[in-house]
């Protein structure tokens, strides 16, 4: 899909993105979604993020805390 460029695109893209998303998490077993993540063996992944997030869950979270932020960002600003 090309980059959209005006606001129709953007939200039609974001629903098929977020579509997509869910239909790959849908298909994660419990296990696999549960599963830590190992990144000891590679000691040039030194940002905060690679002990932070654990697992599938703990991106998913960070993800959707991340979007919190972005939709009470309008909201906190003075006109």
Same mark, same amino acid.
């Not at 980059?3 to 869910?22: C, F, G, I, T, V």
């Not at 991106?59 to 919190?68: A, D, K, R």
């Given at each position: 899909?090309?980059?959209?460029?005006?606001?129709?695109?953007?939200?039609?893209?974001?629903?098929? /993105?977020?579509?997509?998303?869910?239909?790959?998490?849908?298909?994660?077993?419990?296990?696999?979604? /549960?599963?830590?993540?190992?990144?000891?063996?590679?000691?040039?992944?030194?940002?905060?993020?690679?002990?932070?997030?654990? /697992?599938?869950?703990?991106?998913?979270?960070?993800?959707?805390?991340?979007?919190?932020?972005?939709?009470?960002?309008?909201?906190?600003?003075?006109?």
């Amino acid at each position: 899909m090309p980059r959209p460029h005006n606001k129709e695109d953007l939200l039609k893209a974001a629903q098929e /993105n977020y579509e997509s998303l869910m239909s790959l998490i849908d298909g994660l077993s419990e296990k696999e979604l /549960n599963t830590p993540f190992d990144f000891s063996n590679q000691p040039s992944k030194k940002e905060a993020h690679w002990s932070r997030d654990k /697992n599938v869950r703990d991106v998913l979270i960070h993800l959707y805390e991340w979007h919190q932020l972005l939709l009470d960002f309008p909201k906190t600003i003075k006109a």
